[in-house]
């Protein structure tokens, strides 16, 4: 059993940065693919980036590639995600997920476990 708590959405404007943090409880983290998820008013949730149980595996979605940085820290059972050159279009409440054996990195079905959400808000 894997519980996720997110944090470190806000408000900001169109180029600055955020960092989100999930903490996760639970002796599973380590061994979980660890994925960040996003969903915006009226649209479905969608993919954003992810990382292996070791952290030496990660993979983005296009729209997010270049600008965010998703990491690790097993010994502190929290993953990050980095949010450089925020854009409107990622206004959205942000998920964290685990998955132990996940069929796919990018597919919200692979993951058992998800947090509350956290809501991100860019302006222009």
């Known amino acids: 059993q894997v519980q996720l708590v997110e944090s470190g959405g806000g408000a900001v404007q169109a180029g600055d940065s955020l960092r989100l943090s999930c903490a996760a409880s639970?002796?599973?983290?380590?061994?979980?693919?660890m994925g960040w998820f996003r969903q915006a008013p009226g649209k479905e949730r969608e993919f954003v980036a992810a990382?292996?149980?070791?952290?030496?595996?990660?993979s983005y979605a296009n729209s997010v590639k270049g600008r965010f940085t998703i990491s690790r820290d097993n010994a502190k059972n929290t993953v990050y995600l980095q949010m450089n050159g925020l854009k409107p279009e990622d206004t959205a409440v942000y998920y964290c997920?685990?998955?132990?054996?996940?069929?796919?990195?990018?597919?919200?079905?692979?993951?058992?476990?998800w947090g509350q959400g956290t809501q991100v808000t860019v302006s222009s």
């Open positions: 990382i292996s149980s070791s952290g030496a595996v990660t």
């Open positions: 639970g002796r599973a983290f380590s061994s979980a693919v």
């Open positions: 997920a685990a998955a132990q054996s996940p069929f796919s990195y990018v597919r919200a079905g692979s993951y058992d476990y």
